[in-house]
């Protein structure tokens, strides 16, 4: 039986202990951690050094010592989750809510208008702010501006250069709310009021903080953190080539540590960013053989290599 193989590997990494933390989570030995299934290309590499004994007439090569062995298993993601950078660098997890709510960073254009002696007066809607902070499930956003968050703005000319800056800005739409938060629902709109010796009007860029008490993630990568152990899984199909039939396939790294190296690339064209997966494989016991250690083991259905090499064995004695 032989086989090709042309096709991707949804990949699954799983707790190597109990109460193993990733995260913000605790997971169980052997328990789902995070899947790939929309990786784009995965390859695993065996590498290893070779050392000869070498003498004699010609300087021949007389024995071979082979050692350092190393084995790969590379996984390219199309797409990025939380749970995903918190695999790939041990990122921290902070889900938004009232206990540890998230601040997002906003910054918005909007049209002032004079006051009558000095200052002005500028009018942002919810829908705006919602299509800015990505937020369109008709929550409330809650405008944060408190002595530690103070509302910036400066002033744009035609061509959006900044030549005046303006500190002094409240908020005057809607009231207070506890610790200085100003909630806006649907519907609803924020007022801000700069306070300036002379008029103020044209289009400002006003710099200020929402907090979100839910529907957002804080991914935090502290100085010392790395890239964890896990279990992996990675489920693929091979294809016989008598019949061309897919055969399932499982490729199991007992024990891999997820190299900490990444780069994230943030650009307006070419292709997008890719997310890439790199595993050392160490020894380990597979979940169900625990008398030898393995770096991979990889399981094919619809595949008899006893059966093969029995077939082989009869062409051979009948061909002789």
């Known amino acids: ?151 910036y703005g400066t002033k744009l000319d035609g061509s959006g250069y900044g030549y005046k800056w303006y500190d002094n800005i409240a908020v005057t739409t809607p009231s207070s709310d506890t610790n200085d938060m100003y909630p806006i629902a649907k519907n609803g709109k924020l007022v801000l009021s700069i306070t300036d010796a002379e008029k103020v009007s044209g289009t400002v860029k006003f710099d200020f903080y929402v907090v979100m008490k839910s529907g957002a993630t804080e991914i935090t990568i502290e100085p010392g953190d790395f890239g964890g152990y896990f279990y992996v899984e990675a489920d693929t199909l091979y294809r016989r080539e008598d019949d061309g039939q897919d055969m399932a396939a499982t490729l199991t790294f007992p024990r891999v540590k997820v190299q900490s190296a990444f780069t994230f690339t943030m650009a307006a064209s070419g292709d997008p960013s890719t997310f890439d997966f790199t595993m050392d494989a160490f020894p380990g016991y597979t979940q169900f053989d625990q008398t030898k250690k393995v770096c991979v083991t990889m399981a094919i259905v619809g595949s008899d290599a006893d059966a093969e090499q029995t077939s082989g064995s009869h062409s051979t004695h009948s061909g002789n």
């Open 1 to 151: 039986m032989k086989f090709g193989i042309r096709e991707i590997c949804d990949v699954t990494f799983k707790a190597t202990a109990e109460n193993q933390v990733v995260g913000s989570k605790t997971f169980k030995k052997y328990q789902p951690v995070f899947t790939i299934d929309t990786a784009q290309t995965s390859n695993m590499e065996q590498a290893s050094t070779t050392v000869y004994a070498q003498g004699g007439k010609g300087y021949n090569r007389l024995i071979a010592w082979e050692g350092e062995k190393t084995l790969t298993f590379t996984v390219t993601d199309a797409l990025m989750s939380p749970m995903g950078l918190a695999v790939l660098t041990s990122a921290g997890l902070i889900n938004a809510g009232d206990s540890k709510p998230v601040h997002v960073h906003v910054t918005i254009d909007a049209a002032v208008t004079a006051g009558e002696t000095s200052g002005g007066t500028a009018e942002i809607s919810y829908a705006e702010l919602a299509d800015e902070i990505g937020v369109h499930d008709d929550s409330t956003i809650n405008v944060c501006a408190d002595a530690n968050t103070k509302i």
